[in-house]
C-alpha cells in the first residue's frame, strides 16, 4: 500500500497534482501487476495536512512504541533522522503518580520529611516501591533495574537497591502518621462514609523453615494459606464500605483473631471518628470483645453460620415472627433473646436463591450417602466381623456426610433423618448480632454482606499485588513490605471505584503507552506513544490529565 501521484493537464497548459492511495493487485486477465485506488485525496494543492496527520496518527498506533513516537515527532516537526535512544513503560505509573498526588501523599511525606536531611528523594522511591506493587511485582532488588530500565517514574531516573531500603525505614518509622493522614485524606477527598468499618485477618507466609525468637514476626500459627509448614506473620485490614483500605496491621503469625479486636480499638481511638461499626466474623469478636469495643464506643456486628446444636441459633430460630425481604435474594427477621438482665440483638438472614442451592446439595450428598450405607450394610451381613470395617469408620468420620450417619445396635447404618430435617431448617439461613441499637435490621444485613470487600481485598494482596511469600528476616523489613502493597492496594482500589473497571484490565490498558527517547541532531525528545480513544475515555472517567504530546526536550547534541 503507497501513496500514488498522478497529475492531469489543463486546457492552459497547467498542471495540477492528486494524490490516492492504492496497492498492487495481479489482473486476472493478463496476470500483469496493475495499481488499484483505494481512496481519492484530491488535489495535492487543496489537501488538508491535519487530516492527513489524524490518518498517520492513527495508522502508527498498530507500530511498536518506538516507530510510533518516531512518526509523531515527525509530524510533530522535531526534524529527520531520529534515533531512538530507550522505549520505557509509561502510562501505568503517570496513572498511578497522578492519583498519588491527588490523595496528597506527596505532600504527606513532603511534611514529614521536612525535617530530615536525606540526601535521596525518600517519597519518590516510596512511590516507585508501591508503583512496582501495582504494575509489575518484584523484588527489591529487581526494582533497581525496574526504574529506568523498564518503568519511567516521574522525578526519579535511578533507584540503588540500599535508597530503597532507606525509604522502607523512613516508612516503617513514620507508619501512623502516615495512615493517619492517608485516611483523612482519602476520606476527604473521596468523600467515603466511614461510619461502618470491616475489618478481617489474613496471614502471609515466608520461604524459611525456622521461625523467629521472641519479639519476632515469624511464628507458626493457623495458615489461611494451608501452609502450616511455614512460619508466618498475621495481617489485619481494615476497609470502608466502598472496599477502600484505611489500615493495616502486621502481628507475630501466632496471633490469635479474636485477640486483637481491643488492640485494633486503641489503635483508631485518637482518629475521632464519629461513629464505627466493626463487622466481624465470628471467630474475630468473643464476649470480651464485644465489651472492650463498647467501652471504646464502638459497636460490633458479628457473623456466624448456624449449626444445629448451638444454643443461639436454636434459640433465634425458635421466636416467631415473618422474614421481611429488603433486597432480591434477602430477607431479614430480627429477634431478641434475653439472658438475664442482658437482652442481646440478633438478626436472622435469609436467601431462598441459597436455601435452594444448599437443598439440592444435601440432596446429592443423600444420594451418595445411602448408597454407601446400602453397600456397607451388605457386606455386615456375611458376619459381625464385618460389620466394622474400616470403611465404616471413614465414612463415620467424612467431614460432610458422616453428620449424616446413624449406627444401629445391631451394627447397621441409616440416615439420620432428624439431622437432616434439622439441617432442612437453616438451609440459606445465617445469624447475626449486633451491639448497636441504632442500626436497623436490613442495614445489619447489609454491612455483614459487605465483609466480602475485606476478602476481596486479601486476594487483591495476594495475587494481584504479590504480597506473599515474604523473603525479608528483620520485622521493619516485613512491615514496610505490607505497608507498601497496602498504599498499592489504596490506589488500585480507588482506581477501581471511580472507573467501575477491574486493576487487571486498566493496567494491561494503560500499561500500552510507553515513552520513547528519541535523538536528532539538534537534540533529545521524549514523546509518550498516542493514545487510544479507550485510554482517554478512561482519563476522562478518572478525571485525570492524559499526558503530554511531548514531555521534554533537551536541546543541542549529544554528550561525546
Sequence with gaps: MYIRQISRRRKDGSR???????HKIRDPETGQPRDHVLYHFGRADEIDSAQLKRLIQSLSRFLEPADQAQVQAELEGFGPELEVERSVAYGGSYLLDALWRRLELDRTLGALLRERAYEIDVERLLFALVANRALAPRSKLAVERWVGRKAWIEGLEEAG????YRAMDFLVEHAEEVQRAVFFSTATLLN?????????????????????GEGGLRKWGHSKDHRPDLPQVVIGLAVTRQGIPVRCWVLPGNTADA????????????????RVVWVMDRGMAGEGQRVALQRGGGHVIVGEKLCSGQRAAEEALGRPGRYRRVRENLEVKEVEVRKGSEVRRFVVVRNPDQAERDRERREKLLERLEAEIAHLNRRGKKGRQERHPKAVCELKAHPTLGSYVRELKSGLLRVDRARVRAEEKLDGKYLLSTTDPSLSAEDVALGYKQLAEVERAFRTLKHT?????????????????VLLCWLALLLVRVIETESGESWDWIRDEVEEIALV???SKDGAFQLPT???????KLFRILKIEPPKRVRSASLGPRSP
Design 16 to 22: 495540477v497534482h492528486y494524490l490516492q492511495l492504492a
Design 517 to 519: 527517547t528519541l535523538r
Design 530 to 536: 498516542a493514545l487510544t480513544e479507550t485510554q482517554r
Design 465 to 481: 499485588l504479590e504480597l506473599r511469600p515474604l523473603h525479608h528476616r528483620l520485622p521493619d523489613r516485613i512491615r514496610a513490605h
Design 161 to 164: 537497591v540500599h535508597a530503597l
Design 259 to 274: 485477640s486483637l479486636v481491643e488492640a485494633v480499638q486503641e489503635d483508631l481511638a485518637g482518629w475521632k471518628l464519629s
Design 192 to 212: 467515603l462514609e466511614v461510619d461502618l468499618l470491616f475489618f478481617d485477618t489474613t496471614s502471609t507466609y515466608f520461604e524459611l523453615e525456622e521461625e523467629e
